[in-house]
């Protein structure tokens, strides 16, 4: 079975457009476990133009008693801001993201120069006594897993947008082979397979299909669009069972 992680950006982004605390982020948490989510996501940017610090402290302590079972992803970009964060809350998992802090959104994985090996490394040196597993944001090539392997990292995310936005165009075919040969020699070197970004009911089956080595998947802006229509608890049903048909 492969996990859902609901994804609460979007939730505190609506919230953070008025002052008077409405949604609740931690009341979606609870939602989300409730109707049968398997942990939640969090990206506290340093703009907090949707998750804000305290949200992760808060969170933390609402997942108390259901983690480690339930699990606490964050994702983010590791400079010493977000690396603090990480190491209070100390989630099961973190993600790590090459967007600058300042990006629209995340929609390119690393590439593992220079420059970002010693950023990486840096922060798996930080990260694995924490005991969380580290995951690295990668484009759907598979020439980009073996990097990961050998820099220490427990797994990757395959970055999705581009096959979402593929799929709308019904030319998503390629892309998909290019999802599936990534998510292959990662399980042939032993990584942890998850994917996440624009991820929908209608594009989801086809791509776990292929990719039977999927761990995770991390959904938020979607899931919450639908939610808009078939309330929240549903949403997450829905989606827990489009990952897993």
Not at 206 to 212: D, E, F, K
Not at 220 to 227: I, N, S, V
Request: with cysteine.
């Amino acid at each position: 079975m492969a996990r859902l992680s609901v994804n609460l950006n979007k939730v505190a982004l609506l919230r953070n457009s008025r002052r008077t605390g409405v949604p609740d982020v931690l009341q979606f948490g609870r939602i989300a476990h409730d109707a049968g989510a398997d942990g939640l996501t969090a990206h506290p940017r340093p703009d907090e133009r949707h998750i804000r610090r305290s949200d992760v402290t808060g969170l933390a302590e609402l997942m108390r008693p259901w983690r480690p079972g339930f699990e606490l992803n964050l994702e983010g970009y590791p400079d010493r801001r977000f690396l603090d964060i990480v190491a209070e809350a100390k989630p099961e998992q973190c993600t790590l993201v090459p967007d600058s802090p300042e990006a629209f959104t995340s929609e390119e994985g690393w590439r593992l120069g220079p420059a970002q090996h010693r950023l990486v490394d840096t922060a798996l040196n930080e990260l694995k006594p924490l005991g969380c597993r580290v995951i690295l944001f990668i484009d759907p090539d598979p020439a980009a897993v073996a990097p990961v392997h050998n820099i220490g990292a427990d797994g990757i995310e395959i970055y999705t947008g581009s096959y979402a936005a593929a799929f709308r165009k019904g030319e998503h075919r390629a892309l998909l082979r290019a999802c599936a040969a990534a998510a292959e020699r990662a399980a042939e070197l032993g990584l942890v397979v998850n994917i996440g970004h624009d991820l929908n009911l209608y594009n989801l089956p086809p791509l776990v299909a292929a990719l039977p080595a999927v761990a995770e998947a991390s959904i938020g802006h979607e899931l919450t669009a639908d939610a808009l229509m078939m309330g929240f608890a549903e949403a997450v049903r829905a989606y827990r069972t489009a990952l897993n048909p």
